[in-house]
């Protein structure tokens, strides 16, 4: 494989969009309305699909097939680019005089900015819209940031911005206030899961589903990342992928090690629990994937144990035996005992980032748990 999954499988219109659903409703309403904005921001955590939906708006804005009625398009298809007119190719390829994407992140933008300001008074050359993505935006250096600002002050009707952060918070409220916010959400696990299968499927690999479950619990709601671990085993492996090999690539715990832990924390048995954490990280496993497994253990146990009909959802992602064995422990346990763990497990994940032992999080939960 020469290529990286996610690049060779970057979504080209709308519908392939993993996720994001309410943002890409609107986007593909605001298109078919012709009510456009000048000035978009993407916020939300890296992989979700933010430059990704940029580069897909900036196409549809300007497609020379596009129709704005949805009369000429099955409604399920308005408002995509056809990525095969002129301006979608020349777009496409990145090299289109009329789309300019700057990254902030690297360059900072002084120079850009400059350009973007001299460059914008210009008509477009052949797009009915200039689009400028920023990536990055809160990246910008003070100056560059001033003169964003007094761009998007008075933009030119021919001009689109769509800028992008995954830093919100030090994007300056001026920028905010001007721009029309979309707010970029992590993607669901099953989302992942099934965008995952969908590639496998279309390299023609076999992959253990739960192997896909398990990279898409660790990417935590990031495609990008997601993508990037299947690559990454992918590569790791000569023939078919095997799931403890995968396990021990990223440093998750083996299954067993898993069940028996749900199980000394349901039964109160300190000792057989500290001894798993104990073995856990003599076998190199990573304690922020053992406790991001926990907790979304748990959490599907609590939800079989209020509605024992979640177990049909339940078994389109997760391994037959892995959710008899959730079921079994649902059996034996009552809500309360399920809010307890799930209380502290959650308590101590993000203590993982300030911990003197990677392991301590855990085993002070697990003495909290029973102690209560
Ligand atoms: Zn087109």
Redo the contacts with the bound molecule.
């Keep these: 494989m020469s290529e990286v999954l996610y690049r060779k499988y970057r979504p080209q219109d709308f519908g392939e969009i993993v996720g994001q659903k309410s943002v890409v409703e609107v986007l593909r309403a605001s298109i078919l309305k012709n009510r456009i904005s000048h000035a978009y921001l993407f916020s939300g955590p890296a992989g979700t699909g933010k430059t990704t939906v940029a580069r897909i708006f900036a196409?549809a804005t300007n497609?020379?097939?596009?129709s704005s009625t949805s009369e000429a398009f099955p409604k399920s298809n308005f408002g995509l680019?056809?990525?095969?007119?002129e301006?979608?190719v020349e777009f496409l390829s990145g090299v289109g005089l009329d789309l300019v994407e700057i990254d902030a992140a690297s360059s900072r933008g002084i120079d850009e900015i400059r350009a973007l300001r001299d460059g914008i008074r210009s008509l477009p050359f052949k797009a009915k819209y200039k689009v400028y993505i920023i990536d990055e935006v809160h990246m910008l250096t003070k100056e560059a940031f001033n003169a964003l600002l007094k761009t998007l002050e008075e933009p030119p009707a021919h001009v689109i911005f769509i800028l992008a952060t995954t830093e919100l918070e030090k994007v300056l409220d001026t920028i905010i206030s001007r721009t029309q916010h979309f707010e970029f959400r992590k993607i669901g696990e099953e989302d992942i899961q099934k965008a995952l299968d969908m590639i496998v499927k279309k390299e023609k690999i076999k992959v253990d589903e739960e192997i896909l479950n398990i990279i898409s619990v660790l990417s935590s709601g990031s495609l990008r990342d997601a993508e990037s671990m299947l690559d990454q085993a992918l590569a790791a492996s000569a023939g078919e992928l095997e799931p403890e090999q995968i396990r021990k690539l990223f440093g998750v715990p083996a299954r067993d090690l898993l069940l028996g832990m749900t199980k000394a924390i349901l039964a109160g048995d300190i000792k057989s629990a500290l001894g798993i954490v104990h073995k856990s990280s003599e076998e190199g496993v990573d304690q922020k994937s053992f406790l991001k497994l926990l907790i979304r253990n748990f959490r599907f146990m609590l939800y079989l144990k209020v509605d024992p009909n979640y177990e049909k959802e339940l078994a389109s992602f997760i391994s037959d035996s892995e959710l008899a064995a959730m079921k079994n422990f649902t059996k034996e346990n009552d809500i309360k005992k399920f809010e307890t763990v799930l209380n502290n497990l959650n308590d101590a994940y993000p203590l993982l980032k300030i911990a003197y032992l990677q392991q301590l999080p855990l085993e002070l939960a697990i003495l909290k748990i029973v102690g209560q």
């Design positions: 196409r497609c020379l097939n596009r680019p056809c990525n095969k007119c301006i979608c």
